[in-house]
């Protein structure tokens, strides 16, 4: 009886023995009730018969399968007010609630203090992410020492739902919780050096005054090679900024930590980033034809394809064996037309140049299939999220004509966010305030060469709360012909509104087979991507269904555990790849990213972006770059116009990587290439430098003579015998076997 008694008060008092500490956990004690009523959030509400809720995982994963709509949580929690006594700042505490998926609010104790949205909007234009927030130390929403109630509404479409994650906690915000260090300006190229500039911001009013600590080490030896340190305040008003210059150091990445230590508090912030370096190759003066060995049209709609070639400007472009139909634009490389019959033409195309010529034999294949390579292109929601608008979008063609359809880069794709919120008076969707002109806009982008593509749901509303093409399918896909629309992305979100609650096999496939039937009416060659995360094991009939492409897993983050995660899970998927018929793993994140008005640089090491194009190519992935392209640094630039890698996504055969070697801390994924060679990756999935190597008779290496080193364009001694490489951690080494 005793030992009850004591083991029940420990119980009773585990709040207040946690709040002991410097924080409260909340990852247990949660409910879930599915459904939406705002009776849920004042404290005095009766929440008893609500379910226990597992906050670790999604609502789908605990007893609510596919469940998209409205949902609650809440639970139940005493905020000591000795936290706030213990603490060196105190004026506000705050709230770390796992991530919100998708859109969300938080009451506590019935009153509104988070919402993922912006004002002015609903909750269903809430985003997945992070659910971190402060509430002030004196807000009567906190009640100190007593029980408070935290609700938590959430708006769930399309893929998992609810509030899950790690990091549930409670504790005052720290003298750090408001500083960054922001890494986001471009790094500086000298001859010999690298530079620049950080800043260290504050957000609260504390005046911060210190040492940055300026520290880049080699992560294969872990010796410093260089070290600084400087004073530094800052505040709210004056940001700090530090600006230095390295000597350029050989090719491989090195580590820069900041470290800044507040003198008075004793605290310290810290972050860590590397320093790119570039491996592609320097583009030549001389004319150099880039690009697929082929390309599809269907017979009867119109051509457009640009020969991509890199070299000296003015270029001059020939075609010879161009069929009837079909004329090129010497000056351009533009090649426009309509194509009557069905077969294949060898053409061979000619470009030069005051310094030379090249010369590359290519297959117009007219036909069923169109995109029989992956689609390269841009997409805008990596980058903008849902404030994409016209002129975004003519920055991003303008950057790609500039820089980057010399290696074969061609789409133009405006994600979710383009829509009005109602059709027009016949029942046509027609674009919001942001896109005064979609048909003016296509011709633009179509006039660069370009190919232009949009975005819709199966359902009655995109995964952005904006009209779908739901019952109203025939008519979309005439607007996009009329429009000039080349590629259609078809998020499945609502649809699960209007299917069955366990969709079946069949289920899965009807969307898209109503969409593909819609499409197949226009006179356009319009390339059709599903967006439905996987479900279904789409890979196995997105040919079937008549997909050029399809998602297969939920949506990418700028990190190394989304990027590993799903890139080297893709094995399952490898047999559904063929010409025209390509496994999706999502857009890339190289580059500025940001899902909305402001953007980031890449939380990815250059290591790790080396690793996801090499990953993505041996997938034979579309490469859809999401970030944005008005300020495309010279790394970025690289990792995205090295003509080996693009050649292993964009090979005819059109096969996917498979996984060789699956070990703890490395990985090797093979893919067979046209005409017998063999493309490697071999990955270092290990925080540490690594030394792998390929044995002579590795069933990998047997009937190759000639290894390539892809990203530069070397070749490597060694081959038939053993194969050595230091492989950098989260890095790669891409070869090509000849
Ligand atoms: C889903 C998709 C994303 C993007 C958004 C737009 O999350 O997976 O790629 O299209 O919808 O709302």
């Given at each position: 009886m005793r030992i009850r008694i004591w083991i029940l008060i420990v119980l009773l008092a585990a709040p207040f023995l946690r709040a002991s500490a410097q924080e409260i956990m909340l990852t247990q004690g949660w409910k879930l009730k599915i459904g939406d009523s705002i009776t849920?959030?004042?404290?005095?509400?009766?929440?008893?018969?609500?379910?226990?809720?597992?906050?670790?995982?999604?609502?789908?994963?605990?007893?609510?399968?596919?469940?998209?709509?409205?949902?609650?949580?809440?639970?139940?929690?005493?905020?000591?007010?000795?936290?706030?006594?213990?603490?060196?700042?105190?004026?506000?505490?705050?709230?770390?609630?796992?991530?919100?998926?998708?859109?969300?609010?938080?009451?506590?104790?019935?009153?509104?203090?988070?919402?993922?949205?912006?004002?002015?909007?609903?909750?269903?234009?809430?985003?997945?992410?992070?659910?971190?927030?402060?509430?002030?130390?004196?807000?009567?929403?906190?009640?100190?020492?007593?029980?408070?109630?935290?609700?938590?509404?959430?708006?769930?479409?399309?893929?998992?739902?609810?509030?899950?994650?790690?990091?549930?906690?409670?504790?005052?915000?720290?003298?750090?919780?408001?500083?960054?260090?922001?890494t986001d300006g471009d790094f500086s190229y000298g001859e010999k050096s690298l530079g620049k500039s950080i800043k260290l911001k504050a957000g609260s009013s504390y005046e911060y005054a210190g040492k940055l600590n300026f520290k880049v080490t080699d992560p294969e030896t872990d010796s410093t090679i260089y070290e600084k340190t400087n004073d530094a305040h800052f505040s709210a008003h004056s940001p700090f900024t530090y600006t230095f210059t390295i000597a350029r150091l050989e090719k491989k990445s090195y580590k820069i930590t900041y470290t800044f230590t507040d003198a008075k508090s004793g605290k310290q912030i810290q972050k860590t980033e590397g320093t790119p370096y570039i491996l592609t190759p320097v583009v030549q003066a001389k004319p150099r034809i880039n690009g697929p060995d082929v390309f599809g049209e269907r017979p009867g709609n119109p051509f457009l394809y640009k020969i991509p070639a890199s070299g000296q400007k003015p270029l001059v472009y020939k075609a010879t064996g161009l069929p009837a139909g079909l004329k090129l634009d010497a000056a351009t490389g533009i090649i426009t037309g309509v194509m009557g019959n069905k077969a294949d033409y060898p053409v061979i195309f000619t470009v030069s140049n005051k310094l030379g010529s090249d010369t590359k034999k290519f297959t117009i294949k007219i036909g069923d299939v169109i995109g029989l390579t992956p689609a390269l292109g841009w997409n805008s929601w990596n980058a903008w999220g849902l404030t994409v608008n016209d002129q975004k979008v003519r920055t991003s063609a303008n950057a790609m004509a500039d820089k980057l359809s010399e290696h074969g880069w061609t789409y133009i794709n405006i994600d979710d966010g383009w829509e009005a919120a109602s059709r027009n008076a016949n029942g046509e969707i027609v674009p919001n305030e942001k896109f005064p002109d979609m048909k003016g806009l296509t011709d633009y982008v179509h006039s660069l060469g370009l190919r232009m593509g949009i975005y819709s749901s199966p359902g009655p509303k995109t995964c952005g709360g904006y009209l779908g093409s739901w019952q109203h399918e025939d008519q979309d896909a005439k607007t996009y012909g009329d429009w000039g629309i080349d590629y259609l992305k078809y998020d499945w979100c609502s649809y699960s509104e209007v299917t069955a609650q366990n969709p079946t096999l069949e289920d899965y496939k009807k969307p898209y087979q109503v969409m593909r039937a819609s499409l197949d009416k226009v006179h356009r060659d319009i390339m059709f991507s599903f967006c439905q995360y996987g479900m279904g094991d789409v890979w196995n009939w997105g040919t079937?269904?008549?997909?050029?492409?399809?998602?297969?897993?939920?949506?990418?983050?700028?990190?190394?555990?989304?990027?590993?995660?799903?890139?080297?899970?893709?094995?399952?998927?490898?047999?559904?790849?063929?010409?025209?018929?390509?496994?999706?793993?999502?857009?890339?994140?190289?580059?500025?990213?940001?899902?909305?008005?402001?953007?980031?640089?890449?939380?990815?090491?250059?290591?790790?972006?080396?690793?996801?194009?090499?990953?993505?190519?041996?997938?034979?992935?579309?490469?859809?770059?999401?970030?944005?392209?008005?300020?495309?640094?010279?790394?970025?630039?690289?990792?995205?116009?090295?003509?080996?890698?693009?050649?292993?996504?964009?090979?005819?055969?059109?096969?996917?990587?498979?996984?060789?070697?699956?070990?703890?801390?490395?990985?090797?994924?093979?893919?067979?290439?046209?005409?017998?060679?063999?493309?490697?990756?071999?990955?270092?999935?290990?925080?540490?430098?690594?030394?792998?190597?390929?044995?002579?008779?590795d069933e990998l290496l047997k009937g190759y003579t000639k290894a390539f080193d892809v990203w530069t364009q070397k070749s490597i001694i060694g081959v038939p015998n053993k194969l050595t490489f230091k492989i950098p951690p989260h890095g790669v080494k891409l070869i090509r076997l000849l």
């Amino acid at each position: 009886m005793r030992i009850r008694i004591w083991i029940l008060i420990v119980l009773l008092a585990a709040p207040f023995l946690r709040a002991s500490a410097q924080e409260i956990m909340l990852t247990q004690g949660w409910k879930l009730k599915i459904g939406d009523s705002i009776t849920w959030a004042p404290p005095q509400y009766n929440d008893s018969g609500w379910k226990p809720a597992n906050v670790s995982l999604p609502w789908e994963e605990q007893g609510y399968p596919k469940t998209d709509g409205f949902g609650w949580y809440r639970v139940h929690v005493v905020i000591p007010a000795s936290l706030k006594e213990k603490a060196f700042l105190k004026d506000s505490v705050r709230f770390d609630l796992g991530y919100i998926d998708d859109g969300g609010e938080v009451y506590l104790n019935g009153k509104l203090v988070y919402k993922n949205y912006k004002n002015g909007s609903d909750i269903q234009h809430g985003f997945y992410g992070p659910c971190s927030f402060s509430v002030g130390t004196n807000d009567l929403a906190v009640h100190w020492d007593k029980e408070n109630i935290i609700a938590v509404r959430v708006f769930d479409t399309g893929g998992n739902g609810g509030v899950y994650g790690d990091k549930f906690d409670i504790k005052m915000m720290d003298v750090m919780d408001n500083v960054s260090i922001n890494t986001d300006g471009d790094f500086s190229y000298g001859e010999k050096s690298l530079g620049k500039s950080i800043k260290l911001k504050a957000g609260s009013s504390y005046e911060y005054a210190g040492k940055l600590n300026f520290k880049v080490t080699d992560p294969e030896t872990d010796s410093t090679i260089y070290e600084k340190t400087n004073d530094a305040h800052f505040s709210a008003h004056s940001p700090f900024t530090y600006t230095f210059t390295i000597a350029r150091l050989e090719k491989k990445s090195y580590k820069i930590t900041y470290t800044f230590t507040d003198a008075k508090s004793g605290k310290q912030i810290q972050k860590t980033e590397g320093t790119p370096y570039i491996l592609t190759p320097v583009v030549q003066a001389k004319p150099r034809i880039n690009g697929p060995d082929v390309f599809g049209e269907r017979p009867g709609n119109p051509f457009l394809y640009k020969i991509p070639a890199s070299g000296q400007k003015p270029l001059v472009y020939k075609a010879t064996g161009l069929p009837a139909g079909l004329k090129l634009d010497a000056a351009t490389g533009i090649i426009t037309g309509v194509m009557g019959n069905k077969a294949d033409y060898p053409v061979i195309f000619t470009v030069s140049n005051k310094l030379g010529s090249d010369t590359k034999k290519f297959t117009i294949k007219i036909g069923d299939v169109i995109g029989l390579t992956p689609a390269l292109g841009w997409n805008s929601w990596n980058a903008w999220g849902l404030t994409v608008n016209d002129q975004k979008v003519r920055t991003s063609a303008n950057a790609m004509a500039d820089k980057l359809s010399e290696h074969g880069w061609t789409y133009i794709n405006i994600d979710d966010g383009w829509e009005a919120a109602s059709r027009n008076a016949n029942g046509e969707i027609v674009p919001n305030e942001k896109f005064p002109d979609m048909k003016g806009l296509t011709d633009y982008v179509h006039s660069l060469g370009l190919r232009m593509g949009i975005y819709s749901s199966p359902g009655p509303k995109t995964c952005g709360g904006y009209l779908g093409s739901w019952q109203h399918e025939d008519q979309d896909a005439k607007t996009y012909g009329d429009w000039g629309i080349d590629y259609l992305k078809y998020d499945w979100c609502s649809y699960s509104e209007v299917t069955a609650q366990n969709p079946t096999l069949e289920d899965y496939k009807k969307p898209y087979q109503v969409m593909r039937a819609s499409l197949d009416k226009v006179h356009r060659d319009i390339m059709f991507s599903f967006c439905q995360y996987g479900m279904g094991d789409v890979w196995n009939w997105g040919t079937e269904v008549g997909g050029n492409s399809w998602r297969t897993t939920g949506d990418i983050e700028d990190t190394w555990k989304s990027l590993s995660s799903i890139g080297f899970s893709q094995d399952k998927t490898a047999g559904g790849a063929s010409p025209g018929h390509f496994n999706d793993p999502d857009m890339l994140v190289v580059g500025k990213v940001g899902w909305g008005d402001s953007q980031h640089n890449t939380r990815l090491t250059p290591d790790e972006q080396y690793t996801h194009i090499s990953l993505w190519s041996l997938l034979s992935a579309p490469l859809l770059i999401g970030c944005d392209m008005g300020h495309l640094d010279n790394f970025t630039l690289s990792l995205l116009t090295n003509d080996g890698v693009l050649a292993i996504d964009q090979d005819a055969l059109g096969k996917e990587a498979r996984q060789v070697v699956k070990k703890d801390d490395y990985q090797i994924w093979a893919k067979d290439l046209e005409g017998g060679d063999k493309a490697i990756g071999i990955f270092n999935t290990s925080d540490k430098y690594q030394t792998i190597s390929l044995n002579a008779n590795d069933e990998l290496l047997k009937g190759y003579t000639k290894a390539f080193d892809v990203w530069t364009q070397k070749s490597i001694i060694g081959v038939p015998n053993k194969l050595t490489f230091k492989i950098p951690p989260h890095g790669v080494k891409l070869i090509r076997l000849l």
